[in-house]
């Protein structure tokens, strides 16, 4: 049986990707495609105000995507060493706060805990090397998400201070920033990044149906991807849209889903290759549920 995977591959040089070789030990051929495209925007804006760190009380940052918009916007000779004369000198006598995956409990009590307690710690050191590759020393990386972070903040910020910068995503979420505005720690918030659909999707799910026909399942891997998505796949399922069994990687991908009226047949117990496969294997064989070992 087939499943239709909509997400990015791993990267070429770290081997296959882990969701393709767990399906295919339950007898699932999948094949992905790519959904979602960065853009990154407000680059100038985003040097101005790194040129002036005396106006502000720190940096946030919630998103690796957002510290790579700093690496992007430092590439031109003048503005680099600008950032390693004195700037980032400066910036450094102020905190720079990092959310990251809790690392603290550790204790592998099954192999999906152990492989989520790995997964968080790669999180981790990507997030710290992209940090220190701009020469920046972060802190709260421990908090494990964004209201972990808010109340670390808050226990180090006075209010009405000078205004934390915070660099990030047009689909940013809101807990951070109101946890701060209600403590009365200012924050600036500036978009430098944005979703948008992948520039071959279309293309690509076009001559996945052509050629593969329908898939028995389809996997929706953010509400983005089912904002992107869902139109084209509706489009070229026809009347047989009714005999495939939707899946989503977790409940809010799947929340994404009901609304725009799709049954969803498996959501992922936690999002992992081994959840999402045995979710699947379940849905498309509803009489024979032993799952292989």
């Not at 295919?24 to 925007?41: K, R």
């Not at 670390?152 to 934390?164: D, F, G, H, Q």
């Not at 998505?229 to 070229?236: A, G, M, S, W």
């Given at each position: 049986m087939k499943v239709l995977l909509l997400k990015d591959p791993k990267d070429k040089d770290s081997g296959p990707d882990p969701y393709i070789k767990e399906l295919?030990?339950?007898?699932?051929?999948?094949?992905?495609?790519?959904?979602?495209?960065?853009?990154?925007?407000s680059?100038?804006?985003?040097?101005?105000?790194?040129?002036?760190?005396e106006c502000y009380g720190g940096l946030v940052f919630t998103s690796p995507r957002a510290l790579e918009a700093i690496k992007m916007c430092l590439k031109e000779k003048s503005k680099k060493e600008a950032w390693s004369k004195s700037l980032k000198q400066m910036w450094?006598?102020?905190?720079?706060?990092?959310?990251?995956?809790?690392?603290?409990?550790?204790?592998?009590?099954?192999?999906?805990?152990?492989?989520?307690?790995?997964?968080?710690?790669?999180?981790?050191?990507?997030?710290l090397v992209l940090v220190e590759e701009i020469g920046l020393f972060p802190q709260g990386e421990?908090?494990?998400?964004?209201?972990?972070?808010?109340?670390?903040?808050?226990?180090?910020?006075?209010?009405?201070?000078?205004?934390?910068?915070?660099?990030?995503?047009?689909?940013?979420?809101?807990?951070?920033?109101?946890v701060l505005?209600?403590?009365?720690?200012?924050?600036?918030?500036?978009?430098?990044?944005?979703?948008t659909q992948h520039p071959d999707l279309q293309e690509s799910l076009s001559s996945y149906f052509s050629q593969q026909g329908i898939p028995?399942?389809?996997?929706?891997?953010?509400?983005?991807?089912?904002?992107?998505?869902?139109?084209?796949?509706?489009?070229?399922s026809g009347d047989l849209i009714n005999q495939v069994k939707f899946a989503a990687i977790g409940p809010t991908t799947a929340q994404a889903l009901e609304a725009a009226g799709i049954p969803v047949s498996c959501t992922a117990g936690s999002p992992t290759p081994q959840d999402l496969a045995a979710g699947i294997h379940r849905a498309v064989h509803p009489q024979n549920c032993s799952v292989p070992q």
């Open positions: 295919g030990s339950h007898s699932l051929e999948a094949t992905l495609i790519p959904v979602l495209s960065f853009e990154f925007i680059l100038d804006s985003l040097f101005e105000k790194l040129s002036h760190p450094n006598i102020k905190p720079t706060y990092v959310v990251g995956k809790a690392t603290a409990s550790l204790g592998f009590y099954d192999r999906k805990s152990e492989l989520l307690s790995l997964l968080s710690v790669f999180f981790l050191c990507c997030f421990k908090s494990g998400n964004a209201e972990k972070l808010a109340e670390y903040i808050c226990s180090r910020e006075k209010p009405n201070s000078s205004a934390l910068l915070f660099p990030c995503g047009a689909l940013k979420r809101e807990v951070l920033p109101t505005r209600e403590k009365g720690i200012p924050l600036e918030s500036l978009t430098v990044y944005q979703t028995a399942s389809i996997v929706f891997f953010s509400p983005s991807g089912v904002k992107f998505c869902l139109q084209h796949i509706q489009k070229l």
